[in-house]
């Protein structure tokens, strides 16, 4: 039997038109309406057609989109300067600065110049600790996204077993700890796991963060499980060159009881939370409830 495939395209679509309708009662409420600024510093080519991407994404959904772009060469304090500056305006409300910066940047300190109530991407360390601790906070995008797309299949993800392959802090992290949220039991799996092809059979809930192509069999899957592929990796396969994630997908939906495809999946997830992200910190830096979404 085939699994259920689960439309990130679609869900990323309905998560768009429930912000720009948020958009429109927060507009209502505050004769405001809410801003992303993102900071994009060199010419790096897939960074600029993200960061595009972004600001057509966040137009569409009714938000001001407020591009920042800084020359390659920019030093560390002119960086840190124009994130302070976006702290410092009201008429922003999320601030998104596009990584990987350019070497000479230290990452870490630019990104935790952002204030966290405009922290969108979640990434700062006062998110990332209110995360932890079970507080309100914005929480980063992918990992929401995947947790959103587990529960379009089971509303209620209370005392599944997930496992998540992988440990990083931009996924796979914030992911497990989402999931415990959801009062899963969460395993945190990663290259240095024993038996990880056991781990994965106990999963209900199976996600895969690693950045590694078909990495994960078909049967790993337990039969009926979710299954969200994080990955997307560009692979060459009969000379032609195509997108895979780190689920062998072909072998998995024979097993699963949903899936994601790559691409298709998590990934239209990530600037649908995004701009969800906004709207939730606009409403909640003017102290109003957060938005229905
Ligand atoms: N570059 C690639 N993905 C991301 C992301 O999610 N956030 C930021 N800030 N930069 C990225």
Known sequence: MSAELIDGKQIAADVRERVAAAVSVFEAKTAETPGLAVVLVGEDPASQVYVRNKGLATVKAGMRSIEKRLPANASEEEVVSLVRALNADNAVDGILVQLPLPSHIDANRVINEIDPSKDVDGLTEASAGRLLLGKQGLVPCTPQGSVILAKTVRKDLGGLNAVVIGRSILVGKPLSLLLLAENCTVTMAHS???????????????????GCPKMIKGDWVKPGAIVIDVGINRIEEDGKSRLVGDVDFDAAVERAGAITPVPGGVGP??????????VIAAARRRGLADPEL
């Open 192 to 210: 240095r796991t024993s038996n990880l092809a056991d781990v994965c059979r106990q999963a209900d809930i199976l996600c895969a963060a690693v």
């Open 269 to 278: 997830m990530t600037i649908a939370c995004l701009l969800r992200n906004t």
